[in-house]
């Protein structure tokens, strides 16, 4: 594709002036979909993987014994690696420590980030499954919590910026990439809502996700959260669409892998009108996630069937210890007097099992003290684990 002036496909630059009298140029996209429209015939192949894909995540996650403790993990690993992306240092276990009043290994507000990540995101699922639009409104509702206490409190939590923001550089006119000018966020974040309700569109879901994200990342409404956000409105899109019957993909990883592929991309469509290359880019990405949420499901029947079994043939501690398995799902890290207070369970009693189910290797003491032990089903955190290193 050529990239001249008149390109239909392309934005315009608008010059403004930086306090020190600089002139920068910010980037104006053009609405959505794309004119010439989409050359679809290149991406069919891409598109049928990516749907085949989704189909097997989506029926082999009706045969976990409880999808909402899948979910609830997974929702946690999601929030971890788009936070990554963005710089902060946490671990899957210095999360999972922290939603059990332990401390983590790193700074509490790089660990609170992801946590908050974590409440918009339920947020915006809670919200869709009472049929509440995907819309500009909710968009800020979610961005209010992402950037809610610690360092996001000074980047207007819930608000469209007010001011020139930009990617790479020490100021606009260094900067690789420089969205557009405040004054014009309103208007374009609208029509970018009414292109994702537009009923007249027939594109598929999955492309439909991927012009928006996009799109969102060109207009970056917001001072801080855009990355993370768009990320998380991905899942979003396909859940409303009903791609998705449970919100069990999330391509974080995978843009996490690929995060300078991913950065050149968005940046071939603004300069080259490349959208093809990136919507194929971005169904490949389904397509592997997918098939690694699949792969890591199977993981985890085969070790809770594994384990479960185990435990049914320890005696009468059977019934306790299976009760303190499930509770290990949301809970793999263990405190005794905590999880014998949550489970209404003697601190002599889940003593006495737990003990057992680290005999027989279910459970890692991590302490190496005779009080205030703390237990880790660590098998389970391995399968979970998987991709969530920080970048370093």
Known sequence: MKNSPNHTRLGSYISRSAVAGETYHAYVPTALPPVPALDMDSLYKSLDQAMRALGEVDALAKLLPDISMFLYMYVRKEALISSQIEGT??????????????????????????????????????????????SVRLIREMHGILLRGGRGTNASPGEFRRSQNWIGGTRPSKARFVPPPPEMVEELMSNLEKFAHDENQKLPALIKAALIHVQFETIHPFLDGNGRLGRLLITLLLCADGVLIKPILYLSLYFK??????????????????????????????????????????????????????????????????????????????????????????????????????EIGILKELTGQARNRLFAYTQYLEILAIGTEPLR
């Not at 420590?97 to 507000?109: A, G, H, Q």
């Not at 991913?262 to 389904?286: A, N, P």
């Open 89 to 134: 240092q946490s671990s899957l276990s210095d999360l999972l420590l922290f939603e059990n009043d332990e401390k983590p290994s790193v700074p509490v507000d790089d660990v609170e980030e992801v946590s908050n990540y974590i409440a918009a995101l339920n947020h915006g699922l809670a919200r869709c499954q009472e049929d509440f639009p995907l």
């Open 257 to 358: 892998e690929h995060r300078q592929l991913y950065y050149d991309m968005l940046q071939d469509v603004r300069l080259k009108g490349d959208w093809e290359r990136w919507c194929e880019f971005f169904l490949d990405g389904v397509t592997q996630t997918a098939t690694q949420a699949t792969c890591d499901a199977k993981k985890i029947i085969n070790l809770l069937e594994q384990d479960r079994m185990q435990l049914s043939k320890i005696g009468k501690a059977s019934v306790t210890a299976l009760k303190i398995h499930t509770y290990l799902l949301k809970k793999p890290y263990l405190s005794l007097t905590k999880a014998a207070k949550e489970l209404d369970i003697s601190v002599p009693a889940i003593t006495s099992t737990v003990t057992k189910m680290a």
